[in-house]
């Protein structure tokens, strides 16, 4: 199937080509032109593409149809003939009706205006998006119509306010008119005569959101390519007097590309690359007849996937025509992982092979998954590319895995083998060269994410693709998702406000034709609905396009108990579909063992004699939580065959660091303690410099890998810290913030939680037991706090929203009724806590924690209201949000209102530590950075002299370092701490640091 029917191509050659050759009319101004060849620095008061699209408005003056503008354009010199100061017209405008112009001269005034910069109505500070969300007028109101009709020259799009240009009327005043060049009007003759001959073109009535899309992509790749060739010897031919852009040569800034010739040249590389779009999707790389997607496992848990593949495998065909949305709930360890390759290795056309994406939320994920892939699936970089933001993450990792990896040959038996894994692997190599791909693929990330048959990545890898609002970013997502189909991997980890940028991403799946499944245990039902109509809307568009009448999309539903597939023509119909599936899962999860049992501590007086600048008395709270660890080692712990000793590992989750710190503080102070125990405290959570945070991560993977029950006891921290002490039970707490619970694939013996939503409560509790699915719960393994710290603080006060951030109350809209959790999670979600609450809704159950995340999600996903929202509005019919970035600008992905600033720690000359900003550190980065900021951030020196309380896993910058060194021989110890002893942390704050507990905010 090509991407683009062939009825389509013609179109959108013609009308890049021509918007291509009008694109750049703008820089034909004096004050462009001083810009270029004076070298004066302001921003433009309005920008080159706005006086571009007054240009053409004026050439086309009058005409009414889309036959008379392109007679115009086709007769153009004729015209300039007759009215030689026709651009003398040109003058200051903020605002156009392009309601007044036939719908092809829309289109061309659409690319020429958008080609930098998507249009948007006003720039909006993130205390504004709530407001603006529930705005209808530019939401649900925004017709096509109304977005032409009123199209604005607004701040930060086209326009600068605040330009320092010293002649502003200079941008309204051509120096001279490309229109005079003999090769521009005869191409534009060219071109305009062959749309005179398109009767598809003539007849043009609507612009779908696809031809949008695919058109303006074609025009910016040009752009962006044409504008990046090396400057080449220049033909007398070409207009000399107005220039496009220029280079830094020998003899400083010389001319690069004429006007008329960047005009030219973007048109022709506009027009091929369209032509190259028609069978991109048949000649990127692919993986064909691969063993390892296609053999049935053996293995009795993952025997579910074998019927999963071959139920897939029989809708192949009816996928590929009617496009395919699938969800995968299978339960942790059953190897959802690997089934959703095989499943989308089923679905895919056998004669073109398989390429899929898969996106997740976090890094460190992303580098397991895809690693987890390449070993099972024995695939090289080239075939399974990974790509995670910041190098020093990925370079941390691998080294981690390195000492695994050197065993996992010789440890699966496979070394005679190793050398040949390659040779089964058929891999359709691509037909498409490099040169017609130029600068899409000089960045090597964009090159891996288009080559790549599979590529696991974080998801700013491809949401560019719908979010990105400015500039080129998007381009190689967008070929990316035109390519490939789409696994979503844990969509619901992300924050709620997060997921009305998935679904658009979801809706440009289905508008780009590709396959799309859900893998998560937990989706709730309003989200997979929401995102399953998202999908259908962009699906039935992308079929009109390629002239499929069938607008029923291939459904899948899978888990380790059953595997379905269903055509679906309707979101009621799939929701109904959905619901019986779920009610089949809740059957089946009810008949498990009971693994892990819940209880709710006391609420303490927690505001008595606390300190001034204290938000509670933490002192209260850490006897009470060491008091519950002492009961949850008594009943979980192991013994340790030599000694006789007991031990168990905990975790302690609260929501921020700074809680973390105060509470962790408080329990060095207990002295009322079990005079038989020792307490092993570790502290864990993001705001920690990268070397530290990767190397205790890399050894509570180890010592957490529980698989094996007696492994815990050949540990070396486990064996030395039980060794220097003579005391029977040992309580390792690990003290940390939701990095903890997500990602992490680690398994504790309890755990004790600070309740923030019912999601992160059963995402946490996934890390008790994680490894040991033999062990039942006779007695609590889990504590959930009597409320969050926040509402405690502020006395249970139910006017303010305290389960938030993380969490999902907001004010005014969805606040409970109560902060008290006994009050939120009801005995019968204790008794066994598992999924159920999140993917079946319980009203009858009151507002519930679990009950407020299904209102906050059908909310969001209102399918069904009489009118669309600020997430849904954006594949509703006849509506413009592909025509702008408005959604985008009021409910951006991972907005952070607070600006982060990046440091380095070195050590100096006298061992002490030292905090630099990056940049500056950067300037000398094999020498010790001279300016520092050690007023920003102050080392402070904590005293662990307590005899029960001790900390575990301890380590430092020059420990840390020495470790490091011998993999990077010819760097120096300052070069090192440059390239990983790096942290992010909030501007205009002051920070205190110990390597044992990260940076956490002084305290006024």
Not at 331 to 355: D, E, F, H, Q
Not at 911 to 934: L, R, V
Request: proline share 3%.
């Amino acid at each position: 199937m090509d991407m683009i029917h062939s009825s389509d191509l013609k179109d959108i050659q013609l009308i890049t080509a021509i918007s291509a050759l009008l694109h750049d009319l703008g820089k034909a101004t004096v004050g462009f032109q001083d810009k270029l060849n004076k070298g004066l620095v302001a921003a433009d008061p309005y920008r080159h593409e706005w006086i571009s699209l007054q240009l053409f408005l004026l050439m086309i003056q009058g005409c009414t149809t889309n036959q008379a503008v392109l007679e115009r354009l086709a007769n153009f010199t004729e015209f300039q003939n007759q009215n030689l100061d026709w651009h003398k017209e040109l003058t200051k405008i903020e605002y156009n009706d392009l309601t007044i112009l036939p719908i092809l001269a829309q289109w061309i005034a659409w690319l020429i205006v958008s080609h930098h910069r998507m249009p948007f109505f006003v720039l909006v500070e993130p205390k504004d998006f709530k407001g603006m969300q529930n705005d209808d007028f530019d939401i649900s109101k925004l017709t096509i119509d109304s977005f032409y009709e009123n199209l604005t020259a607004v701040e930060g799009w086209v326009k600068n306010n605040f330009s320092q240009y010293p002649a502003p009327e200079n941008f309204w005043e051509l120096q001279d008119s490309v229109t005079n060049s003999k090769l521009w009007l005869h191409k534009l003759n060219e071109y305009a005569t062959a749309g005179l001959n398109q009767e598809s073109l003539i007849q043009l009535s609507q612009v779908d959101p696809f031809l949008l899309h695919i058109s303006r992509l074609c025009l910016m790749t040009a752009d962006y390519n044409y504008s990046s060739l090396p400057p080449i010897a220049k033909k007398n031919n070409y207009q000399q007097t107005l220039i496009a852009n220029t280079y830094l040569g020998e003899e400083g800034k010389q001319t690069k590309q004429y006007l008329d010739e960047h005009l030219l040249g973007v048109a022709e590389y506009s027009e091929s690359f369209a032509n190259l779009l028609t069978k991109i999707t048949t000649q990127l790389p692919t993986i064909n007849q691969h063993k390892y997607f296609t053999e049935h496992t053996t293995v009795e848990r993952f025997q579910w996937q074998n019927h999963a593949f071959d139920l897939a495998k029989s809708y192949q065909q009816q996928s590929d025509e009617c496009g395919f949305f699938g969800v995968n709930m299978a339960s942790t360890g059953c190897g959802k992982t690997l089934a959703n390759g095989r499943i989308m290795y089923a679905l895919s056309n056998p004669k073109r092979g398989v390429r899929f994406t898969i996106a997740l939320g976090l890094r460190v994920l992303t580098l397991q998954t895809g690693k987890a892939l390449r070993e099972r699936l024995h695939l090289s970089d080239e075939h399974l590319a990974i790509l995670v933001g910041g190098r020093a993450t990925k370079t941390l990792f691998e080294l981690s895995n390195e000492n695994i990896e050197q065993n996992d040959s010789e440890n699966q038996g496979s070394e005679s083998i190793e050398s040949l894994l390659d040779e089964y692997l058929d891999v359709a190599e691509s037909g498409i060269a490099d040169c017609e791909l130029g600068t899409i693929i000089e960045d090597s990330k964009a090159r891996q994410l288009l080559y790549a048959p599979i590529v696991t990545c974080t998801i700013d890898h491809i949401i560019q693709a719908s979010e990105c609002t400015r500039g080129g970013k998007y381009i190689a997502p967008t070929l990316r998702l035109l390519t490939s189909d789409l696994i979503l991997d844990e969509p619901d980890d992300f924050d709620q406000h997060d997921l009305p940028a998935l679904a658009r991403l979801v809706h440009l799946a289905g508008l780009f034709g590709s396959k799309v499944l859900l893998s998560s245990a937990t989706l709730t039902p309003d989200l997979i609905a929401g995102l399953f109509d998202a999908y259908q809307a962009g699906r039935k568009i992308w079929n009109q396009n390629n002239q499929y009448a069938n607008n029923a999309i291939v459904c899948g539903w899978f888990d380790e108990y059953e595997q379905s597939i269903s055509q679906i023509a309707d979101t009621k119909t799939f929701s109904d579909h959905h619901q019986q599936f779920v009610a089949m899962r809740i059957h089946q999860l009810a008949q498990s063992a009971i693994r892990r049992k819940g209880h709710i501590l006391d609420l303490l007086n927690y505001q008595e004699n606390k300190t001034e600048n204290q938000k509670i008395n933490y002192g209260v709270l850490a006897k009470q939580l060491l008091d519950q660890a002492y009961q949850f080692h008594q009943d979980h712990h192991q013994i340790d065959k030599k000694s006789q000793k007991k031990v168990s590992i905990g975790l302690m989750r609260f929501a921020h660091t700074e809680d973390v710190i105060s509470l962790t503080e408080q329990i060095y102070e207990q002295k009322k303690l079990p005079s038989d125990t020792a307490f092993h405290i570790v502290v864990y959570h993001a705001r920690q410099l990268l070397l530290l945070r990767s190397q205790l991560e890399e050894k509570l993977d180890r010592i957490l890998n529980r698989s094996d029950e007696q492994a815990l006891f050949s540990q070396p921290e486990i064996l030395q810290a039980i060794k220097s002490s003579d005391k029977e039970n040992h309580i390792f707490i690990v003290i940390g913030t939701p990095v903890t619970e997500v990602g992490r694939d680690h398994d504790y013996d309890w755990a004790i939680v600070e309740p923030s939503s019912m999601r992160s409560i059963i995402q946490l509790v996934g890390r008790v037991w994680r490894h040991r699915p033999q062990k039942i719960a006779q007695k609590a393994n889990v504590a959930i706090l009597g409320s969050n710290l926040k509402a405690i603080e502020s006395n249970y006060r139910t006017d303010k929203a305290c389960f938030t951030k993380p969490g999902f109350e907001e004010e005014s809209l969805f606040l409970l009724k109560t902060h008290k959790t006994n009050e939120l999670i009801p005995e019968h979600q204790l008794v066994n806590i598992d999924a159920i609450p999140r993917i079946k809704s319980c009203p009858e159950d009151g507002l519930t924690l679990a009950e407020l995340e299904h209102k906050v999600m059908a909310d969001l996903f209102a399918i069904n209201a009489r009118k669309s929202n600020y997430v849904t509005s954006y594949w509703q019919q006849g509506l413009a949000h592909h025509h702008c970035v408005h959604l985008q600008a009021i409910s951006p992905f991972r907005e952070n209102d607070k600006t982060q600033d990046e440091y380095i720690c070195q050590l100096d000359d006298d061992g002490d530590y030292q905090f630099s900003y990056a940049d500056i550190a950067w300037q000398t980065p094999d020498e010790c950075c001279k300016d520092t900021q050690n007023s920003i951030i102050e080392y402070k020196n904590w005293s662990f002299d307590n005899p029960n309380i001790q900390p575990w896993l301890i380590n430092n910058v020059e420990q840390a370092i020495a470790k490091i060194t011998e993999y990077f021989p010819n760097k120096t110890p300052y070069r090192l701490a440059n390239e990983f002893c790096s942290v992010s942390l909030y501007r205009n704050c002051s920070w205190c640091f110990h390597p044992y507990l990260g940076f956490y905010e002084k305290k006024e």
